[in-house]
C-alpha cells in the first residue's frame, strides 16, 4: 500500500465577468469547443454588449496534476481511458509513422521518447537516454538507460536508434516525419540516395550513440532531435514501404513504455497490460483500457463512472463543472490552435507549389476575410473564456516567443468591404455577392471537420461572417468532412478547396519551419515565399543562440505572416481533463515538466467514484 503527493489542491477560481454577447443566428443550438478571455477582436456585429453574470473561466483556475486525495493507492487496479471523439482511430501505432492525434493519444500509453523535458520544453537529463554535448553544440552523445527494454525483452539499443533515422530517410518511407530528421548530418544525402549512410550517426556501443547535426541551433535543445527508436530486430526484415501497415505497427505493436498492448479492437479500443520491466519501475496498475467515447455522452460516461480519464471537451464544462462533483479537472495551455487556411498551391515532388492565379490567392481577398470573422466573440459564446481569439501563428504556449504586440485581425466588417472594394470586388449582378476584379463569379469551398456540438455552428457562422461582406463562400460538399477524410483532402491538396478550418498542435519546439516553412508537407495552404523562409532558417542558426536574437526573429516573423496571411488563427486553446476522484498521480501527457510518470499513477479503490 502506497501513498503520493505531488501537488497541493488549489480551489478553482470562478469571477463573473462583462462578456461580449453576439446574437449568431446560424451558430444558434450547440456547443463543442473552447473558449477566450481576449483583449484582441472585439465588439459584435452590431456593437451591442450587456451585463452577465454568466461564469467566465480562464486556464489558471486548473491544477496540471492530479495528486494525493487523502487515501492509500491500492496494488493492482484496472483504470478507464476514454478517447473522446466521433471518429476511429487510424491505427498507426508507431511514433515514426502516425499522423493524426488520436493515434498520439493511443501511442503515449505505452511508448515514449528517449529524452523528457522540462516546463520550458527544453530536454533534460531525466529520460530514458541522458547526453553530453561537445563545446561546438552541433555533436551529442546519448547513453541509452542500461533497464531500457522493449516489451518484447529486447533492450533498446544505440541501433534501434539509428535504425528509426535510416528508415526516416528511406526512399520509400510514407510519412512526413522525415522533415524532423533532416537537421543530423548526412541524413538529407542518404534520403536522396547519395550516400549508402548517414555520416551524422556514430553507434559506439550497445547503449551510446553519436549524433552529428548539421550545424548547432537553438532547436536541438528543445525537442529537436527525434528521439522515437524503432526495434530493429522487428522491423529489419520488413520493407520500408510495408512497415506502416504491417501487423507490428497495426495489430502488435510494442514499445517500451510503462504498459504494453493486450489487444486492439481496431479504431475502437486497446487493453494495455502493465509492463513489469519498466525503465523507471513496476506500475502501480495492472490494466489501463482506452476506449472511444462520443463528446455526446462523455459527461454521462464520467458521471456513472464509466470512465476515469477523459480529455474533455471545453465547451462543454459550463454547463456541466457543477454537477461532475466526482471528478477534478486539469487544465494546461494548449501547445495548438485554430486557425483558417487559404489553399493556394499544389504538393508536388515533395515540395509547396503556389498557384499565384487561384481566386483565393489574392492576398487583398484573404485580407477581408480575416477581418469579417468576430473570434473574439465566438470564443466568448461557445467556449467561456476557455479559448481565445488567436492573433499570431505562435500561440501564447511559447511566451518567450509569442508576440503579443502584435493585434492581429480584430473583427471590422466595414473595413472588410472597403479592401474589396479598392482591390475591385463588386457586385456586378445584384445577387448581394462581389465578383473578382476581372469580373468572375466568385465562389469559394470551405472545408471544416465534423465532431462535436459546435462544428457546425461554429463552421456556418464562418461562412455568414463571409457573406456579410459580399464573399460567397459555401460548406465543401455541403457537408461538414469526417477527421481522417479531412486531412486526407488536405495532404493530397485537393483542388476543390479554397478555404479551410484546421487546427495544428505545434510542438514543444517553438520552430514553425515544419508547418509553414515552403517544402513542409503540412503547410496545407501549399503558399510559398522567400522572405518566409529566409525568416525561418535564420530561426533555428546560429545567430538565434542567442534567445534575444530569436525572439526578435520571431517577432519578424509573426508580424510578416500577418501581413502575408496564408492563413490566421482563429483561437488559441486551453485543454482540460476529467480526472476520477480515485485516480492519484497524473498529468495530462501534453504538460511538461510535472515529473510525474504512468508508473507512478494509480488508483485508491478498486471501482470508479460516481456522481449520483
Known sequence: MKKFDRTKKKTALLASTTAVVLALAACSGGSDSDGGNSSDGGGTSDGDSEETDEPMFSIDDFEVIKGDNGEDIIDGGSLKVALVTDTPFEGTLNYNFYQGTFDAQVLQWFDESLLAVDENYTYTQEGAATFEINEDGDVFTFTINENANWHD??????????????????????????????????????????????????????????????EANPSLLASGIWAYPMPKHI????????????????QNPIGFGAFKVDSITPGEAVVFKKNEDYWRGEPNLDEVVLSLANPQVITQSLENGDVDIAVYPTDQYKDNYENLTNVEFLGITDLAYTYIGFQMGTWEDNKNVFNPDKQISDIELRKA??????????????????????TTLIPPSHPDYHDDTIEGYSYDLEKAKQILA????????????????????????FASMSGGDTAEPIANYYIQAWKAAGINVELLDGRLQEFNTFYDRLEAADQEIDVYQGAWGVGSDVDPTGLWGSEAAYNYTRWTDEKNDELLARGVSQEALDVTKRQEIYSEWQEYMVEQIPAFPTLYRSELTAVNNRVVNFAPFRSSGTEVYLNELGVTSEDPETAN
Do not use: C, H
Not at 529489419?236 to 497495426?250: F, L, N, W
Not at 473574439?376 to 476557455?386: P, S
Open 369 to 390: 476575410m480575416a477581418y469579417a470573422v468576430d473570434n473574439t466573440t465566438v470564443a466568448n459564446k461557445f467556449y467561456d473564456g476557455l479559448r481565445w481569439a488567436g
Open 422 to 445: 479598392d482591390a475591385g470586388y463588386e457586385d456586378t449582378n445584384g445577387d448581394g455577392f462581389v465578383e473578382d476584379p476581372n469580373g468572375e463569379e466568385l465562389t469559394l469551398n
Open 153 to 214: 525483452g529486447e533492450p533498446v539499443t544505440a541501433e534501434d536508434w539509428a535504425f528509426a533515422f535510416e528508415v526516416l530517410g528511406n526512399e520509400d518511407y510514407p510519412a512526413t516525419r522525415y522533415t524532423e530528421a533532416s537537421n543530423v548530418q548526412g541524413f538529407n544525402e542518404f534520403r536522396a540516395g547519395e550516400a549508402d549512410e548517414i555520416s551524422g550517426l556514430n553507434i559506439i556501443d550497445d547503449k551510446t550513440l553519436e549524433i552529428t547535426f548539421t
Open 235 to 250: 522491423f529489419e526484415d520488413i520493407p520500408v514501404a510495408d512497415m506502416e501497415s504491417s501487423p507490428e505497427v497495426r
